[in-house]
Structures are given as C-alpha cells and as structure tokens.
C-alpha cells in the first residue's frame, strides 16, 4: 500500500535519479582498495566520520574496504584501561560503553592497499607503553605502494613512529598536542599548530576526532570532484569547514604558535552555498 | 623511554586532571540503561555521531550499552540493493563498502531501557516495503517504560510508524522529507520543517544523519550540564550547532514552509565560548 505513496514515489525518484546520474562512474572508475586500521581504545568518530563520507561515495566510485586490526573479528573502541603514565595513578575506563567493529583483515593477511587510513583514540597510548610496534611496521612496508595515507586526530603518532612523516608538514588533535608532538615519536617534522587538516603530498593528517569529516571532504573533493560530494554532503546535512587554517581548537587549548589572530568562528554554509 | 618524556606526562597530567575533576560523578550517577537500535542498512553516522559523544560520556556517567537488532552479531551497515520502489528499475548497492557492527542483543531479550535511540538509514526502507513492523512493536511496546526516545535522520520513521509520535512535534531528514512525512507513517504529527532537532518531551527527533551529533550535545546538556561536556566537545574539536531552528539543509531540499528567511550561514564556536 505504501508502495504507491505519490511521496514514497517522491522520495525514491529523487534517490534514483540522483544514483542514475552518477551511474556512469561506477563503470568507469577502477576499484580502490582503502584499508582502515582498527585497534582496541580506537576513537569512534575517528573512524565513522569519514567512513560516513567513503561508504556513502562506494555508491559512485567502485571500493574495497579492509578492516585492518592484530586479529580478525570485533575490535573494542573502550579505551585499555592501562593509557596512564604508570607515575600516576591508573584511570578505570573498564565501565565505559564501547561498541566493537568487526576487523576483516590482520595486518599480516591486508590485500594491496590504495589508501591507508589511521584513527586516533587512547589505545595507541597503551599500545606505545606496551612498547607495540606491529601497526608502524605495517605502515612503515606498505607506505611506498599506497597512493595516499591518511591519518585522523592522535593516528598521526604512529605516522610519526613510523618514521613516515619525516620532512613532512602534519598536524594532529590540539588537547593531545604536547603528547604527539614528542621529539621521541619522530624527527624532522614540521608540525602546523592551526590547522583543520593538513596536506602534504601523499600524506593528509587532521586535527582531532571530527576534523577528519573535514579532512576527508576535502579529499574526496581532490579524488572526485565537489559537484557529486556536495550532493552527498546535503543528503547527510553536514556544513563541512572548508578552510584547513580554521582551528579554534589550537587557541583552546592554547598550542604554542597557534593563530590567535583569526576569528574562533566559522560561518558553516551548505556544501556548494 | 617514551613514559619519562614531559611531553607525555604533560598530556597524561591533563587527561588525569580532566578525569579527576569528574570523577566523583562516576560514583554518584546511577547506571543509565542506553539501548541502540541497529537494523541492515542504518546510516553509520546516525549511531556513531551520537554514540561518539555518549561513549566519552560515559566515563563521567555509569551507562549500559545495548545494541539490538533482529539478531545478535554482525549487522551491515550496506543498504541492501532492493530499497527501491518496485515499480522503478532496482538499484544496486551490493558493490558499496559498509563495515559491520555487533549486535549484543535482539528485540526479544533486550534489557529494560531509559534511553531508546533509533537511527535512520536506507534499510528502514526496506523493511518497511518488506512490511517489516518489528522495530515499531519494540519501540511501542518499551515506548512508556524509557525515560527518553531520540530518532536521527529518517529514524523518525520508525516512531511515527510505531505511534509514538502522535499529539507531538518532530522533524526529520530534509532530502527525505516528503517520504518520512507522507501520512500512511502516522497521523496528528506536527512536522517541523525547518529544525536541525526537536525536543517535545521525552521524545527527541534530529535532522538528516549530521545532526544527530548537535541533537545528542543538547540532549546531554539537559542530562548533565554543559561545563563538562563543553571540556569534551573541545578534546573531539567538534563546534556543534546549538540553535535548534538553524536548517539551511531544509531550504536546500525546498521543504515546504521551511523559513527562507534566515541566512544559510551559521558561525559555529568552540563550545563554551
């Protein structure tokens, strides 16, 4: 019954014809493999944010996603409870809620991979003080074969450890700055203390958490084009900041060398307005 | 090594001052019963926009996380390839990435829930040409029991299906307007059409997908305050919108009686400032 609903008709001819007008490109793009790394204490919008905007765009652009984690299965986003400096005391985090995402790959087992993606989130804290290195050698060997790797939020300390951000620009969340920033996590970097996101060549990395919409808006607007993301931004009702030098956030929390300058507002308007 | 630098214990210091300050909140607070719902094809960041803010919540508020769905374990957020109306040549979304998530529970065995949260997606579609009503005999059936129901983006459709929205006023995702909205969903329904959420006592409806995350910062506001929430809005870097009628998105998608008036602009701030 509902079926013939003029509104129902409505709304399915909008979706379809939004769809047909982009069924070209399915057919016409070659497949992209993206593989995101996934670890136990991995920061939910890290991850979901831009993968919002990747699964969305799937539609129009033929992709593969590999879930790339130690072990196959679900993956744990409730921080280790062990992320503190052991001078201190341990912070309980063992009654936080945390959904688990289910990891398709190990970083043994990951097919070829176009783009590398990398969350923040307080497990790679634990991770460092359990002296792990496993995801900076995954990233460290498939570094030369991807074409872009892109990090979101504290993800930029296993670039940095990886050694991959060397004579690069980055930047990273602006509370973890002090942390991610430590000479002991890697030499040779030029770390951008306002930036929303930062790109330098193959490598992007955001500022934290929800700064990695904005980062991949703008690279999804350098893979695809604005006029079909646009679209997409619209149907999902995100304002995306498009300007990489907003960042309030560095004055927040007081980054040396941040803009203090510029306005900590952004008009957000309509992707395309 | 790393565990001695002053960069990290600088960082440490901070996150065990921020914990601390709140700590008492942890003992005080009583256990929150949080139920998502997941079905194939939700929207990812319908449930990981707000689940973003209530996880870290969580650490200064005891909550319970339960994920349900028809069946417990995985659920794919891939919209299944038959959403569209029959009379209209089939889409095919089998080609698009969509990680899954685990469900912990069913409809069947859910645990008793204050806060209900219902995301939207292509799947609800689906389900509803399936003629699939056990998403609303769940939500009618808890609707009297929880303290709270929030809907994002389309998931306002499952309320208005289940009868829960009756007498009140909710909105909903603008590009999909005239489907949620078409009378056969619910009657005496007071649609919003220009609102990025509603609040109408202990049900709260969001705007398209983005919103859920400005839906979910006003609704914690209400539970616990703004202070230390605002602390967490600036540790993700996310500047929420916080006036409930900006909704540039309805006059993109030409709602009718969406309010033109207003600039398609809004200055997002760091919370708190």
């Given at each position: 019954?509902l ?53 969305s ?60 993606m990398v ?13 792990n ?32 951000l ?5 930047t ?19 770390w ?51 300007d ?30």
């Amino acid at each position: 019954m509902l079926l013939s609903s003029p509104h129902q008709a409505s709304f399915v001819s909008t979706l379809l014809l939004f769809f047909s007008a982009c069924s070209i490109a399915i057919n016409t793009n070659r497949t992209i493999s993206i593989g995101y790394i996934l670890y136990p204490g991995f920061e939910l919008l890290d991850v979901y944010g831009p993968l919002e905007l990747l699964s969305s765009a799937s539609y129009l652009h033929n992709m593969t996603l590999s879930l790339i984690s130690f072990t196959t299965g679900p993956v744990a986003s409730r921080p280790p409870g062990h992320l503190m400096d052991p001078s201190m005391p341990p912070v309980d985090t063992s009654h936080m809620i945390g959904p688990t995402t289910v990891a398709t790959h190990t970083f043994e087992n990951a097919p070829p991979l176009d783009i590398i993606m990398v969350p923040g989130g307080m497990g790679n804290v634990a991770l460092e003080q359990e002296n792990n290195t496993v995801m900076e050698t995954f990233i460290a060997r498939r570094f030369d074969h991807a074409s872009y790797v892109l990090s979101v939020c504290t993800g930029t300390v296993t670039l940095a450890r990886a050694g991959v951000l060397s004579g690069r620009r980055a930047t990273t969340n602006k509370w973890a700055w002090s942390w991610v920033t430590d000479p002991a996590h890697g030499k040779n970097i030029t770390w951008v203390p306002s930036a929303r996101w930062v790109e330098d060549g193959k490598v992007w990395t955001s500022s934290g958490v929800a700064a990695g919409l904005d980062m991949m808006y703008a690279f999804l607007k350098h893979l695809f084009g604005a006029e079909e993301l646009d679209s997409l931004l619209n149907q999902i009702e995100y304002a995306p900041h498009v300007d990489p030098h907003w960042d309030p956030f560095s004055v927040v929390h007081n980054v040396p060398g941040a803009d203090r300058n510029r306005s900590l507002a952004d008009c957000v308007v309509p992707a395309g307005h």
